[in-house]
Structure formats: C-alpha cells, structure tokens
C-alpha cells in the first residue's frame, strides 16, 4: 500500500527538527510522498529546502493569518515557477482570527487564485468562518465553470451540505485527524464523499488524531487517518489508500 500526506509543515516547529527522521518514519510506512505547504513569507525559503528531496513536493503561497504581509504577486509567480511548485498554499480566509481583516484577507486570495488560474496550478486552501466568501470567490475565478486547475479544502471537518458545494466547484477534501474523532462533523462528510474527490492529510504539527498530540503528529500518522477512513466508508484500508494516492497523484501532477 501507498499513501499521500497532501499537507504537512514539515518545516514548523518541534516537526522541524526532526524532520528527516520523520521522513524516514514515513517511507517506512508507506507514505511515500509529503506535500509541504508554506504559510508566511518567512517558511518560502524553508519550504524550498524540502522541495528538492525525493517524495517531498512543495505549495507556496500566503495564509490568511499572514494577510499583513506585504505581497508581491510577480514575486510569487516567479518562486512558483523556479521552484516546480505543485500548489498554491496555503492560501484562503479566516475570520476566527483576533483582529480579522476580511477585506485583506479577500484581496490576497484574489490575488492568489488569478495566478493559480494562470499557472494551472491547483490550490490548497483554508478556511474558518467564511465559507461562503470563499466559494463566491471560486466561482469568481471560475472554479465550477470552466476548465479551472482545481484544488483541495484543507483539513475538512465540516458536514456533507457544505461538501458537496465545494465538490461542486471541482475541489478535492482533505481528510485528516478530525475523521478519528466520533463526535467530528467531518465523519459524514467522509462518508458521502465520492470517492474520486478524497484526499488524506495530517497537517502536521497543527491537527491532533485521537490519541496523538499535535505536536506528536508526523505524516506516518496518515495511515491512521486512513483506517478510520476506511471503517467510515465501510471499505478497505488497501481501497482507500488507492483511491486517494491516485487523486493526490492526479491533482498535484506528481
């Protein structure tokens, strides 16, 4: 069996430090690739660090928690390009945040998906609290209607109703800690979710399994995101871990 990580800061924290050797732990594993997204300005260069090892593909872009930062959007384009990123990300909205500027926080992403669009490059994306600002701003990027390059909404933990909206839009989910969770809205979304749009993730350091820690999590722990999948959809291990490492391959081109 072969599994995806489609989004781990390997490069953040604790994680950090120890992430050759949480690289290791997952070829071991059987994870055999890690999709490494950056989140400020200062993690782009950290972030291309990891993109020249085997197995390790990169997204850049800027988070919403990051909107404060000066944004250059040739600047971005260029180091998407040079470094054969596979994604923009991690980008999207978040107006759970102290201080939340949604207006910026909309013109980056604006920002952001025009060059995605360009490049052909999917997204990956985050978001709390502004769902519906953010499939507004999809669709006025023409996600859903026409030929658009596609992405993924990032640690999923909401019900089937919003979904299928984003499905609808062409995106993929991401699925991880909170699937092993049994009180989690994010198990029926799961459930209902075709298979041909599910993707696996840790997020790593940021998002705890049921008994893991966040900060303990590493991608080899997608293969327990994986098993509770499985128990979920009522299939097994070995179909999940198919079906979502041939759409990880097919999304992100690697």
Do not use: K
Not at 175 to 188: I, N
């Amino acid at each position: 069996m072969e599994f995806i990580d489609t989004h781990c800061h390997l490069y953040d924290g604790a994680l950090g430090r120890r992430a050759q050797a949480a690289l290791a732990g997952a070829r071991a594993a059987g994870i055999t690739d890690v999709v490494v997204p950056a989140h400020d300005l200062a993690s782009w260069a950290a972030v291309r660090r990891f993109g020249v090892q085997a197995g390790v593909h990169i997204a850049l872009g800027l988070h919403p928690w990051s909107a404060h930062e000066p944004f250059e959007a040739a600047r971005l384009r260029d180091e998407l390009q040079t470094s054969r990123a596979v994604a923009v990300g991690e980008i999207g909205l978040d107006s759970r945040i102290d201080g939340a500027d949604l207006p910026r926080q909309s013109r980056l992403l604006a920002a952001q998906l025009e060059i995605a669009v360009e490049l052909g490059l999917p997204v990956i994306l985050h978001c709390r609290g502004a769902f519906e600002e953010l499939i507004a701003a999809l669709r006025n990027h023409g996600y859903g209607r026409r030929a658009a390059p596609g992405g993924v909404v990032h640690a999923f933990s909401r019900g089937p109703e919003l979904a299928e909206r984003f499905i609808e839009l062409g995106l993929h989910l991401g699925f991880g800690g909170a699937v092993t969770r049994p009180q989690s809205r994010a198990r029926r979304a799961a459930v209902t979710t075709p298979a041909g749009r599910l993707l696996l993730e840790t997020d790593a350091p940021a998002i705890g399994l049921t008994g893991v820690q966040p900060q303990d999590v590493e991608p080899r722990h997608v293969r327990d995101v994986a098993l509770a999948l499985a128990a979920l959809r009522g299939e097994t291990v070995e179909r999940v871990a198919e079906v979502t490492t041939a759409n990880a391959r097919t999304l992100f081109r690697i």
